[in-house]
């Protein structure tokens, strides 16, 4: 049996990106999220929508998930699963994550 076909049968970690909870890191997270995405084959449409709903993670963490002036740090975590990637937020609190949802109005959605 190949590697190959144990890979794509398996979860696979990408990136784990530690974050400063701060707003002027995360543009640069989320050009690499971008970048990975896309030479993992996704197409346009839902690596927009992944950066998108991975933003939105991201500045509630930033903005609601740390003390006022507290120095604190975050993971972005990018998986490889079977016929789909996920974005994840680790650190602090439970994590969240975010996995393609075929339906109309979001092709992306929240797990907890």
Known sequence: ???RSDESSAERLIARLV???ERD??????AFLREAAARLGLSA???AALAQATEEVCLNVIEHGFE???SASFDLVL???PGQLAARRGG???AVRLEPDRG???PWHLLP
């Not at 890191?25 to 989320?30: D, E």
């Open 1 to 3: 049996m190949s590697g």
């Open 45 to 47: 449409a839902d690596i």
């Open 19 to 21: 974050l400063a909870a």
């Open 79 to 81: 998986m490889r699963r």
């Open 68 to 70: 006022p002036g507290e």
């Open 25 to 30: 890191y995360l543009t640069a997270a989320l």
């Open 92 to 94: 602090p609190g439970p």
């Open 104 to 106: 109309p109005a979001r």
